[in-house]
């Protein structure tokens, strides 16, 4: 059973950077598509980038030139840098990873990913 932790999260002033990291356990990670999701209250749960196992990705569009996917296999990790961040970038981040087996990837389609880690808070100011 795949389990995700997501850590990175917190507070900065407009322009600044966080680095979001969610680490893979319970499952190979190379067999899974990973994807970065946010969510604020009252509105649907957002794509912002897929990613597959050889690193390619595919980013909404506001985020495209500010935030970058990563993923370490070694470690079982996925990163998520996020650069010139902007007061609409608050949200609940969350990750996320569907088994390859089951769709195509890179994917930022939030209704495939079966596992989801428990989010966590991004505010911009």
């Known amino acids: 059973h795949v389990q995700l932790v997501e850590s990175g999260g917190g507070s900065v002033q407009a322009g600044g950077s966080l680095r979001l990291s969610c680490t893979v356990s319970?499952?190979?990670?190379?067999?899974?598509?990973m994807g970065w999701f946010r969510q604020t209250v009252g509105k649907e749960r957002e794509g912002v980038v897929g990613?597959?196992?050889?690193?390619?990705?595919t980013y909404v569009a506001p985020v495209k030139d500010r935030f970058n996917i990563s993923r370490d296999n070694a470690k079982n990790t996925l990163y998520l840098e996020m650069n010139n961040l902007k007061p609409e970038d608050t949200a609940m981040y969350y990750c996320?990873?569907?088994?390859?087996?089951?769709?195509?990837?890179?994917?930022?389609?939030?209704?495939?990913?079966?596992?989801w880690g428990q989010g966590t808070q991004v505010t911009v100011s």
């Open positions: 996320a990873a569907v088994s390859t087996t089951v769709v195509a990837c890179p994917l930022r389609v939030p209704g495939p990913f079966g596992f």
């Open positions: 319970g499952g190979d990670y190379r067999d899974y598509c």
């Open positions: 990613v597959d196992s050889d690193g390619a990705a």
